[in-house]
């Protein structure tokens, strides 16, 4: 099974962008399986991903990292990595 897990802040502006307002429309419209996780309270989980620069996008199969993005990405390039 494909999934995203998105970590973001409210504080960073690509975050805002790329996680706030794409990745959430992308899940609320059931295109993604998404998780989105604010760093700022999931610090575990940002450790345990190794997340150093935000936006950060990890593309998932089965539980495994296929993919990762970093900073601004546009609705057309997050669906081009989670369909591949």
Do not use: Q
Request: hydrophobic share 40%.
């Amino acid at each position: 099974m494909k999934k995203i897990i998105a970590f973001y802040s409210f504080w960073d502006e690509p975050s805002k962008i790329t996680v706030l307002k794409v990745l959430k429309h992308l899940k609320r419209n059931n295109i993604v399986n998404c998780e989105l996780i604010d760093v700022d309270k999931n610090l575990d989980l940002t450790k345990k991903y190794k997340v150093k620069n935000l936006p950060t996008v990890i593309f998932l199969k089965d539980e495994i990292e296929y993919d990762r993005k970093i900073g601004l990405l546009a609705e057309f390039d997050i669906l081009k990595c989670y369909n591949k």
